[in-house]
């Protein structure tokens, strides 16, 4: 059973930026898997982040995040990452990894990911 732990939410000032990170264990499949981003604030939808897939250099973004948020992963590690950059008030909200089985595609639809983890807050205060 895959198991996924979110780290590195928190509180910063509009501007300012973070680094979220997701570890993936349980089974050793990560370099195998597309995994994504998502976030969700209270009485909203869940909302596309970034998905990243299990082949090289192929990722896409949520427009309110392209240009700003990257992810990137490290196989070794087992571990996925989202670096937000110049972060606005509106990015506030609980961040989510998810990953997909796999040899799966990656995709911007939250029900197609099998594994989620619990979350992270982010706060962006202005």
């Known amino acids: 059973q895959v198991e996924l732990v979110e780290s590195g939410g928190g509180l910063v000032q509009a501007g300012g930026f973070l680094q979220l990170s997701c570890i993936y264990s349980g089974e050793d499949t990560f370099k195998l898997s597309a995994m994504g981003w998502f976030r969700q604030t209270p009485g909203q939808e869940r909302e596309f982040v970034a998905t990243?897939?299990?082949?090289?250099?192929?990722?896409f973004y949520g427009g309110p995040v392209k240009g700003r948020f990257t992810t990137s992963r490290d196989n070794a590690k087992n571990t996925l990452y989202l670096q937000m950059n110049d972060l606005k008030p509106e990015d506030t909200a609980v961040y989510y990894c998810a990953a997909r089985r796999p040899r799966a595609p990656p995709t911007t639809w939250g029900s197609e990911y099998d594994y989620w983890g619990r979350g992270t807050q982010v706060t962006v205060s202005s």
């Open positions: 990243d897939s299990w082949l090289p250099g192929v990722t």
